[in-house]
Protein backbone atom coordinates (compact mmCIF):
# COMPACT_ATOMS: atom_id res chain seq x y z
CA UNK A 1 0.00 0.00 0.00
CA UNK A 2 3.00 2.69 0.45
CA UNK A 3 4.49 1.64 -2.78
CA UNK A 4 1.09 2.66 -4.07
CA UNK A 5 0.96 5.86 -2.55
CA UNK A 6 4.73 6.90 -3.06
CA UNK A 7 3.72 5.94 -6.87
CA UNK A 8 0.89 8.77 -6.89
CA UNK A 9 3.42 10.92 -5.57
CA UNK A 10 6.00 10.09 -7.92
CA UNK A 11 3.80 10.55 -10.85
CA UNK A 12 2.77 14.35 -9.69
CA UNK A 13 6.56 15.05 -8.82
CA UNK A 14 7.69 13.37 -12.62
CA UNK A 15 5.43 16.24 -14.12
CA UNK A 16 7.64 19.32 -12.60
CA UNK A 17 10.38 17.43 -9.95
CA UNK A 18 12.02 21.08 -9.46
CA UNK A 19 8.50 22.30 -8.09
CA UNK A 20 7.85 18.50 -6.27
CA UNK A 21 11.56 18.42 -5.17
CA UNK A 22 9.86 17.08 -1.10
CA UNK A 23 8.57 14.31 -3.07
CA UNK A 24 12.02 13.54 -4.80
CA UNK A 25 13.72 14.12 -1.64
CA UNK A 26 11.50 11.54 0.37
CA UNK A 27 12.07 9.12 -2.56
CA UNK A 28 15.54 9.27 -2.31
CA UNK A 29 16.15 9.38 1.27
CA UNK A 30 13.91 5.69 1.16
CA UNK A 31 16.18 4.56 -0.91
CA UNK A 32 19.05 5.27 1.04
CA UNK A 33 17.26 4.38 4.39
CA UNK A 34 15.28 1.47 3.56
CA UNK A 35 18.43 -0.97 2.92
CA UNK A 36 20.44 -0.11 5.78
CA UNK A 37 17.12 -0.87 8.00
CA UNK A 38 17.09 -3.77 6.27
CA UNK A 39 20.64 -4.68 7.12
CA UNK A 40 20.33 -3.69 10.92
CA UNK A 41 17.09 -5.71 10.46
CA UNK A 42 18.26 -8.85 9.40
CA UNK A 43 20.99 -8.66 11.86
CA UNK A 44 18.91 -8.18 14.81
CA UNK A 45 16.08 -10.66 13.51
CA UNK A 46 17.47 -13.33 11.75
CA UNK A 47 21.37 -13.56 11.81
CA UNK A 48 21.34 -13.76 15.52
CA UNK A 49 19.54 -17.02 15.00
CA UNK A 50 21.64 -18.74 12.94
CA UNK A 51 23.96 -19.96 16.05
CA UNK A 52 20.72 -21.62 18.47
CA UNK A 53 19.21 -23.08 14.98
CA UNK A 54 22.70 -24.40 13.75
CA UNK A 55 22.95 -25.55 16.93
CA UNK A 56 19.52 -27.65 17.93
CA UNK A 57 19.74 -29.14 13.80
CA UNK A 58 23.84 -30.48 14.57
CA UNK A 59 22.34 -32.14 18.17
CA UNK A 60 19.53 -33.75 15.57
CA UNK A 61 22.35 -34.70 13.53
CA UNK A 62 24.39 -36.50 15.70
CA UNK A 63 21.08 -38.06 18.19
CA UNK A 64 20.11 -39.60 14.93
CA UNK A 65 23.43 -40.81 13.67
CA UNK A 66 24.69 -42.57 16.23
CA UNK A 67 26.31 -46.01 15.31
CA UNK A 68 23.44 -48.46 16.68
CA UNK A 69 24.61 -51.10 18.94
CA UNK A 70 24.63 -54.59 17.25
CA UNK A 71 22.09 -56.83 19.53
CA UNK A 72 23.76 -59.57 21.31
Known sequence: MISGVYGVGYAA?????????????VGFLGMVFVPVGF??????D????????????LHV?????QPKAANA
Open 13 to 25: AALDPLRHWTIVL
Open 39 to 44: GLTLLT
Open 46 to 57: DVIWWLPFALIL
Open 61 to 65: YWTNH
